[in-house]
């Protein structure tokens, strides 16, 4: 079955880590014939919730920026793939800020996958533990299927992501969803 898939990047870095790690993950999916759209939210026009609870209403935000853009996105994917360095033990800012904003629309998303790639410099077991609970957390709160995590340790540079492997678990993930 061909999936739709949803990743989002969220590192200011383009070319760094936790997106080398994705374009492991993107390419076995492309090569196992799945659609692959990529949100790189990090350098999208993606503004703070304002706690306005009018798109609550209306069923999408209401602060004009890119948020339509991801909406429409997740809300017809069938795989989300959350991108992200640790920073501080958790995710991203430029993540978070997708993930305050689906309180508008996240009744659209039970049912769907998702998954989480994550990089760190630090390859101590506790860099990843507050950002692994928030996902499965997020996944529970969604009502979405997690597919489970790849928390690459160690690994803050595309260098040592390469060099890792978790590049051939990320490539394998990708080839195997199904």
Same mark, same amino acid.
């Given at each position: 079955?061909?999936? $739709? !898939? ?28 799945? =659609?692959?759209? !990529? ?9 703070? #919730? ?17 948020? $339509? #853009? ?26 978070? !800020? ?5 309180? #508008? ?23 990843? =533990? ?8 997020? *996944? ?29 678990? *990320? ?8």
């Amino acid at each position: 079955m061909t999936m $739709r !898939i949803v990743v989002l990047e969220s590192s200011p870095h383009q070319n760094g880590a936790s997106n080398t790690l994705a374009g492991f993950f993107i390419r076995g999916a492309q090569e196992a014939g799945h =659609t692959v759209k !990529i949100l790189d939210v990090a350098h999208m026009d993606l503004h703070p #919730c304002i706690g306005c609870f009018k798109g609550k209403d209306v069923g999408h935000c209401v602060v004009r920026d890119d948020m $339509r #853009c991801v909406e429409q996105a997740l809300t017809t994917a069938d795989l989300m793939v959350w991108v992200t360095p640790v920073y501080f033990y958790d995710m991203s800012a430029q993540l978070k !800020i997708v993930i305050d904003r689906l309180h #508008c629309f996240y009744a659209n998303l039970p049912g769907k996958k998702m998954l989480l790639l994550a990089t760190a410099w630090r390859e101590d077991e506790e860099v990843m =533990t507050y950002l692994e609970g928030l996902y499965h957390a997020l *996944a529970d709160y969604l009502g979405c299927q997690d597919l489970g995590a790849i928390l690459a340790r160690g690994c803050g540079s595309p260098e040592t992501i390469c060099a890792s492997p978790y590049a051939a678990q *990320a490539y394998q993930m990708g080839k195997s969803i199904g």
